[in-house]
């Protein structure tokens, strides 16, 4: 079983769409929540990162953390072409490494 | 914010030669800096962790010998892919921890092709 799980998608959506993005862990360990948006031949961006469980705001950007369920998700409102990238989630380890999921590729058409 | 800049872009190399790529933390110091490796729709795999002044740790499975990493400075990590082989052509990346927070940033990446 991987540290963490990511579907790969291809989730495509309209345009003004709320997406919901998501990923699971098993180590009870992580403390460190992120998310990360990639564009193609690009390296990723940090849009979000969380402390623990609960939810932050960011704009259009919402993470979520449940740490019970080991469960962490990313919704984006009012979702736009421009917001079609590959989006991993990450998680730090006690060794100060980030865990990446797979990523999820993310299509928002006009 | 922070910045990370990753030098070359994209690099074409024959086999047998050596390929330096550099990183750079523009406006704040790293102490630690992370290498990683992404095949095509795949996720980062880390390379290694380079630690300034010190010896760079690999992780498993990674060729010391191979992916040479220098981290000189508290601004700048280099890592030589030596006597590379089109195995090598990958999309490397390389990524700085700011002190203060842990906001974790990434250089543009660096797209090795040896042919």
């Known amino acids: 079983q991987k540290e963490v799980e990511q579907d790969p998608g291809p989730l495509s959506v309209p345009e003004g769409a709320i997406v919901s993005l998501n990923c699971t862990y098993s180590?009870?360990?992580?403390?460190?929540f992120m998310w990360y948006r990639q564009y193609s031949r690009k390296g990723p961006e940090l849009l979000m990162y969380?402390?623990?469980?609960g939810n932050k705001e960011d704009g259009r950007f919402t993470a979520q953390v449940d740490k019970s369920s080991k469960y962490i998700s990313l919704f984006i409102r009012d979702s736009q072409p421009s917001d079609s990238a590959t989006y991993l989630c990450a998680m730090i380890t006690g060794f100060q490494k980030l865990v990446f999921g797979t990523g999820t590729r993310l299509l928002v058409s006009p | 914010g922070a910045v990370v800049s990753q030098h070359p872009s994209w690099v074409i190399c024959k086999s047998g030669t050596s390929v330096k790529i550099e990183c750079r933390s523009l406006d704040f110091q790293a102490t630690t800096m992370f290498w990683y490796r992404q095949f095509p729709k795949q996720s980062l795999m880390l390379m290694a962790t380079?630690?300034?002044?010190?010896?760079?740790?690999?992780e498993q499975g990674v060729e010391k010998d191979k992916f040479l990493i220098n981290h000189a400075s508290l601004t700048l990590s280099t890592l030589t892919v030596t006597s590379a082989h089109p195995e090598d052509s990958s999309f490397y990346i390389c990524s700085a921890r700011e002190p203060v927070s842990y906001g974790y940033t990434f250089g543009s990446g660096t797209r090795l092709t040896v042919v």
């Open positions: 969380t402390y623990s469980s």
């Open positions: 180590n009870s360990a992580f403390q460190y």
């Open positions: 380079s630690n300034e002044g010190s010896k760079a740790t690999y």
